[in-house]
């Protein structure tokens, strides 16, 4: 497999002698990775199958969640709770530790979010863009938009109201946090 380094920094992040190693295939479209450092497992989405699953490091896969509403983006809570944004329902979610499911955002004020994407910040912070996408055929289902703006929202441990951050994206999707959480 041919890699192309653009910074010489990863190699003081993943060592200078690195291999990518092909852990499964036949996926439509993958996203929301999130590694488990604990469990030692990788769950992952594949939005437009509609499944979320697990890769652990034997080799093992196993289904999480299917149908998982589309789920695109994926991040643990301080407690180690998985938070998912579901492009079918945009809703962001967060998976107790008995397997049930608590809906943390819908709406922004009365009308229902595009279609969430997620990070979650060392203060318990929730964080998502809330792109389109997930109004769309394949990637979602579709359906008109009720916002008339992609915004930027944080969202309490506690699924608070939304507060929109930034309305002036065309399409934002995704965010980080640098190391210091700036």
């Not at 979650?120 to 359906?143: A, L, Q, S």
């Not at 992609?150 to 999707?173: C, H, I, M, T």
Request: glycine share 8%; with cysteine; aromatic share 10%.
């Amino acid at each position: 497999m041919n890699v192309e380094i653009r910074d010489s920094a990863l190699g003081q992040v993943v060592g200078e002698a690195v291999e990518l190693e092909r852990i499964a295939t036949g996926f439509d479209f993958v996203e929301g990775p999130i590694w488990h450092p604990y469990e030692t497992h990788l769950t992952f989405s594949d939005m437009p199958g509609d499944h979320m699953r697990r890769w652990t490091t034997s080799g093992e896969i196993t289904t999480l969640r299917k149908p998982s509403n589309k789920a695109n983006g994926n991040a643990y809570d301080r407690r180690g709770r998985m938070v998912t944004c579901e492009h079918a329902t945009s809703r962001v979610v967060r998976t107790e530790a008995d397997g049930s499911i608590t809906v943390l955002a819908t709406h922004y004020r009365d009308k229902e979010l595009n279609s969430p994407n997620i990070v979650v910040k060392r203060d318990g912070g929730i964080y998502f863009t809330d792109p389109i996408y997930g109004r769309m055929p394949y990637y979602g289902v579709e359906r008109p938009q009720q916002l008339d703006f992609q915004g930027v929202y944080r969202v309490e441990e506690d699924g608070s109201q939304p507060k929109l951050l930034v309305d002036d994206f065309a399409q934002p999707n995704g965010l980080c946090f640098s190391r210091d959480q700036s």
